[in-house]
Nanobody
Framework: QVQLVESGGGLVQAGDSLRLSCTASGRTFSSWVMAWFRQAPGKEREFVAGITRSGGGVSYVDSVKGRCTISRDNAKNTLYLQMNSLKPEDAAVYYC??????????????????WGQGTQVTISS
């Protein structure tokens, strides 16, 4: 059984930074392609960033390129999302997820098997 627990969300001002973390249970963390998604009220859950098993490959949605960095520490079973220069449109519940794929980073939520409970990011302008 895989359990994912996100943390690090909160209320910040536009322009501030946040680092989200996702700690996973399971002995095979390093074999998972993982990603961050977000969902704002009334909107679809959207892909934000993904990372390959080793961390050598990453992918970002255009709206966060240059502002966000996804990384992982396989020794700590932890996934991170560093978010800088936050904008009001970044406000959402952020979820980490484990993909069922091995060799590429899918962007569809339907390609992800396990999800955390989410962490709220609120931006004040």
């Amino acid at each position: 059984q895989v359990q994912l627990v996100e943390s690090g969300g909160g209320l910040v001002q536009a322009g501030d930074s946040l680092r989200l973390s996702c700690t996973a249970s399971g002995r095979t963390f390093s074999s998972w392609v993982m990603a961050w998604f977000r969902q704002a009220p009334g909107k679809e859950r959207e892909f934000v960033a993904g990372i390959t098993r080793s961390g050598g490959g990453v992918s970002y949605v255009d709206s966060v390129k240059g502002r966000c960095t996804i990384s992982r520490d396989n020794a700590k079973n932890t996934l991170y999302l560093q978010m800088n220069s936050l904008k009001p449109e970044d406000a959402a519940v952020y979820y980490c997820a484990v993909s069922g794929t091995n060799f590429y980073i899918p962007r569809s939520r339907y390609d992800y098997t396990y999800w955390g409970q989410g962490t709220q990011v609120t931006i004040s302008s």
